[in-house]
């Protein structure tokens, strides 16, 4: 099953907090640079993650973003569900059709399984902490130049 786009940007952007969170803000636009992602469409999403307590924002100079909670309390189907609350296909009692039973027990272990996985233990992967580095990189050769 693939994740759709507003889940995957939902969470691209809560692990840039993450990663940032002890350091700075990040303001949207530097997000939508980073991570390639329009910035009207990731200004939608920080509404609808503001709205629903997982991020705060600091205006003025300095201001940007900032986690609303811990990134060991926010799960990854935390955050998909907040942008996109109809990913969550319950089972309608009266439809008995074995495939839609099947793919919306499917989707719900799916979503059991995305809850135990924390944006904390996302940005403690050894892979995400290179790409991090990476980044940091040529964030610092940029800024230097």
């Known amino acids: 099953m693939k994740i759709p786009t507003k889940g995957r940007y939902a969470v691209s952007a809560?692990?840039?907090?993450?990663?940032?969170?002890?350091i700075?803000?990040?303001?949207?636009?530097?997000?939508?640079?980073?991570?390639?992602?329009?910035?009207s469409y990731l200004e939608q999403l920080f509404a609808v993650l503001r709205k629903n307590g997982l991020v705060r924002g600091t205006r003025g100079p300095g201001g940007g973003?900032?986690?609303?909670?811990?990134?060991?309390?926010?799960s990854i189907a935390q955050i998909i569900r907040s942008v996109d609350a109809s990913l969550i296909d319950q089972p309608d009692a009266g439809n008995d059709y074995l495939p839609y039973?099947?793919?919306?027990?499917?989707?719900?272990?799916?979503?059991?399984?995305?809850?135990?996985?924390?944006?904390a233990a996302c940005i403690e992967s050894a892979e995400v902490r290179q790409q991090v580095e990476k980044q940091t990189q040529t964030e610092n050769?940029?800024?230097?130049a």
Do not use: C
């Open 65 to 74: 973003y900032r986690l609303a909670q811990l990134p060991d309390s926010i």
């Open 14 to 22: 809560m692990m840039d907090l993450a990663i940032h969170d002890k």
């Open 101 to 119: 039973v099947l793919w919306a027990e499917l989707s719900q272990k799916m979503y059991q399984f995305l809850d135990g996985i924390t944006l």
């Open 141 to 144: 050769a940029a800024a230097a």
């Open 24 to 39: 700075r803000p990040l303001t949207i636009a530097e997000i939508a640079e980073k991570q390639n992602i329009s910035l």
